[in-house]
């Protein structure tokens, strides 16, 4: 018997169809991926079986009885766990308060037992100890650690409550390889113990790693239902996006002229060692390595959003003092963060005002017509494929992947002449991801030049024109030409993490 | 960062410093201030005020905030006094009153509890109306400061138990309270509220309840003022409470508490309130001008604010 069944699940927004024949099964002892473009609606699902949304049609099912969620209390009691896309934790609380909130450990007249919460708090640490970084115990605050770690966090939440059922939502989107190894361990494990999990990524060598059978979501529908071993990445791409596409493997070369538009030298900060490369016009350059060694640091840093304590940054030859964003914006530098929710969207703010914000942080008059700001801003829109039902509603009410968009447009409104994208296609479906590296392609023959980290490595390679490596805030390793292989990033990010010298040795332009 | 590190630990730490400072200024001012009847009337003094800050704090927490704390602060008054007045001063009609007192501030903040977690209606607004209903009541019930109590309430409430001044025994009460709030599930989840409510929702913690419930206990808090005002002043006035509301809030941000939510605490909000109470003594005993007592107050307060936003940079800087 399934142990979770969820059927002809149909769901609306105002305008917007997000469900409308959704199904799920999910068996014990079974992990399942759920896979399908952003906005397909497996968020949406995922929400509606966790409680936090109510359908307006179908049928939920727990071990055969018909079952609806008031709330996510009631789903929690009935359990199910989610690890949420957005994580679910309190900043200003510490780890231990995090983990186990709402299931603190209770000693005498019904107060919270502070030792054993503490306690507990140190044991499913453990479960993660080498990947979770030593400064991480139960008493930090969640606010002071980095967004790997508090993934982590996120995942002993989920496992803290003992879920029978479990909905992973983009789990593993800001996790270097051993963290998600570490992860992939715990899933393994509830699997053995006959639960039952939903794994929901954008990564397709994850799900053939991990799932045993494989949904895919198309436009609110469930495609296509199958065991991981009748599947090939062909084919579940084939169903995630409707029509043939050519081969995700691409590989174009851009001529990068020999001008160099931003020049750094010898840049030191607090997560910055001597860090100096030249970025020519025209150039994709990647930055890459394992997570947090510095990247977004460099990007944040550049933009004027982090100090720079030493070195030198040159725009076509002048120095710039980044004394802030909108300095950095009179140069024609531009900055797309993949933390959207964080430093991208006004969540609650029309999608319209969202697109406009950097016209009109650069307009000089007093006043400007709505009209004309919409011209400006629609080509950018339709060349991103933007979806929405209207310019007036909430960004909030948006997909990750259009959320996304809407904040890509935005800078590209303005058109930037040094575009830092920091992680831009962080929870991005592939056909956005296509979208995006055309439309890159088309900014780097214009003269754009861009500054690209990457968390998706495959990406950075056959995106980057060069791939500048990092650890621990320092440059380790140039890659160009032949040497972009995921093997001499590997050999370049890990040799140096182990504290050896990169076996790749830095190779001119 | 030793400091900065520790302000985040106990975001207390400056509400103490100050309160210390303005303790020898006011000795200096007035050689008699740590003598022991004019130490416990200061605290009967500051009392109501600690009393409504603490109950504001329980809002703050949970990023609402409670501007009607103030009138039921005046309605609890006026109709307790009503009611000991009307039953001629029994003793029965004391019990009664002071049981109908805290039924009411109960009651009224359940009803400010309800409007915001379960009507939605956007907190400032809500208790800013709530509190106008709260004072028209009071000014319906007794149109004028008046009527009586009788002397052994505030015989009572100026007195002392075992030696131990009866407004001492009443804070010290209070903070044994707001340890065992501090301790419970609750306390916890009015934290996650305060800090991330749809996170808190999607961790499952009750979070209509849980804003019930700080608005509950700081209806509680009021009404206890109130108690303390009729004990004090020994008659009704049905604008007594309304400068408490502001002042409270101002009581909690000087106590360290964030208004965003999720960090502070009572014991700053006490501090905050007998820091309030402390700059008025000091303006009185430094002979300075009535009039400037409303400029200096916010100066003081100003810099008390800075003090803390200059702490907070330092250590994210």
């Known amino acids: 018997m399934p142990i979770l069944e969820a059927s002809g699940v149909r769901k609306q927004f105002g305008g917007v169809v997000a469900l409308d024949g959704a199904h799920l099964t999910l068996e014990p002892h079974e992990v399942h991926a759920l896979v399908g473009s952003n906005g397909c609606g497996k968020s949406t699902l995922c929400k509606i079986i966790a409680g936090s949304l109510a359908a307006d049609e179908g049928r939920l099912e727990l071990d055969g009885r018909e079952v609806s969620f008031a709330g996510p209390r009631e789903a929690a009691a009935a359990g199910i766990g989610v690890f949420y896309q957005d994580l679910s934790l309190i900043p200003e609380m510490t780890v231990a308060e995090n983990v186990y909130l709402g299931r603190e450990p209770r000693g005498a007249g019904g107060l919270v037992d502070r030792v054993a919460l ?47 059922v479990v909905i992973f939502d983009e789990a593993t989107a800001a996790l270097d390889r051993n963290q998600v190894g570490a992860v992939f361990t715990r899933i393994r494990a509830l699997k053995e113990q006959g639960r039952a999990v939903i794994f929901i990524t954008h990564r397709m060598d994850e799900v053939f790693e991990l799932a045993d059978r494989v949904t895919v979501m198309r436009n609110g529908r469930t495609v296509l239902t199958a065991p991981i071993a009748a599947t090939s990445r062909d084919a579940l791409v084939q169903a995630m996006v409707g029509e043939a596409i050519a081969g995700a493997a691409r590989d174009r070369r851009h001529e990068p002229a020999e001008t160099v538009a931003l020049e750094a030298q010898g840049l030191g900060s607090a997560k910055l060692d001597n860090v100096s490369f030249a970025l020519r016009r025209g150039e994709i350059l990647g930055l890459g390595g394992l997570h947090g060694q510095g990247q977004s640091d460099l990007l944040r840093a ?70 004309k700001l919409e011209g400006v801003i629609t080509p950018f829109v339709e060349r991103l494929k933007l979806k929405f039902s209207s310019l007036q509603a909430p960004v909030s009410e948006l997909s990750g992947g259009n959320q996304q968009k809407v904040v890509i447009a935005r ?94 040795t830095a190779a001119s332009p | 960062m030793n400091l900065a590190l520790s302000t985040r630990r106990r975001p207390y730490l400056l509400a103490l ?28 003094a500051f009392l109501p005020m600690a009393l409504v800050a603490i109950g504001q704090t329980y809002v703050v927490l949970a990023s609402d905030i409670d501007l009607s704390a103030g009138t039921i602060v005046s309605l609890v ?41 379960v009507l939605r209606f956007q907190p400032i607004v809500a208790t800013f109306a709530s509190g106008i209903v709260f004072a028209g009541i009071a000014l319906w019930i007794l149109p004028e400061a008046g009527k009586q109590v009788p002397p052994v309430v505030y015989e009572a409430y100026s007195g002392a138990l075992l030696g131990v001044p009866t407004v001492v025994l009443i804070l010290l009460a209070v903070i044994g309270f707001a340890q065992f709030v501090a301790r419970s599930p609750f306390y916890y989840a009015l934290r996650a509220t305060g800090g991330n409510m749809q996170a808190a929702y999607q961790s499952g913690v009750p979070v209509a309840r849980v804003r019930i419930g700080a608005y ?20 009704g006035d049905p604008l007594i409470g309304g400068a408490l509301t502001l002042s409270s809030v101002t009581a909690v941000v000087l106590g360290g508490t964030a208004l965003k939510g999720c960090i502070g605490g009572v014991a700053g909000s006490i501090l905050g309130a007998f820091i309030l109470g402390l700059i008025n003594n000091v303006i009185f005993f430094a002979q300075l001008p009535f009039e400037w007592q409303g400029l200096i107050q916010g100066l003081i307060i100003l810099a008390a604010l800075a003090g803390g936003v200059v702490m907070a940079r330092g250590k994210n800087g």
């Open chain 1, 118 to 164: 503490r306690d507990a708090t140190a044991r499913a640490l453990a479960q993660f100890r080498g990947v979770l970084g030593a400064d991480v115990h139960a008493e930090a605050r969640v606010a002071d650690l980095s967004a790997d770690q508090c993934q982590l966090i996120e995942v002993l939440k989920v496992l803290a409550a003992d879920p029978r």
């Open chain 2, 77 to 117: 008054n006026v109709v307790v006094v009503s009611i000991i007045d009307g039953m001629g001063g029994s003793g029965v009609s004391i019990a009664l009153g002071f049981a109908v007192g805290l039924a009411l501030g109960i009651a009224a903040g359940l009803f400010n509890g309800l409007c915001v977690a």
């Open chain 1, 411 to 504: 800078w590209l409104a303005v058109v930037p002449s040094i575009l830092l994208l920091d992680d831009p296609t962080k929870g991005i479906d592939i056909q956005t991801k296509q979208d995006l590296y055309a439309t890159m392609d088309q900014l780097c023959s214009q003269g754009v030049s861009i500054l690209l980290h990457s968390s998706d490595d495959e990406e950075l390679l056959a995106v980057a024109d060069r791939v500048l490596v990092f650890n621990g805030g320092r440059v380790v390793a140039e890659l160009s030409g032949e040497q972009r292989t995921r093997v001499a990033l590997y050999q370049a990010a890990y040799a140096s993490a182990r504290g050896a010298p990169a076996e790749v």
């Open chain 2, 216 to 235: 509950t206990i700081s209806g509680l808090f009021s009404a206890l003022a109130g108690l303390a005002l009729v004990g004090e002043t020994a008659s």
């Open chain 1, 302 to 371: 550049l933009f004027g959003v982090l100090p720079i304590v030493r070195g030198t940054v040159r725009v076509d030859g002048h120095p710039l003092a980044p004394s802030g964003p909108r300095a950095a914006m009179r140069r024609s530098i531009a900055y797309v963060s993949g933390d959207r929710a964080r430093f991208g969207v006004l969540a609650i703010r029309p999608i319209f005002e969202n697109l406009v914000l950097s016209l009109l942080a650069r307009e000089r008059r007093w006043a400007v017509a709505r009209k």
């Open chain 2, 17 to 44: 410093a100050v309160f210390l400072l303005l303790c020898v200024i006011n000795t200096i001012l007035q050689p008699s201030f740590l003598r022991f009847g004019v130490a416990a009337s200061n605290v009967a």
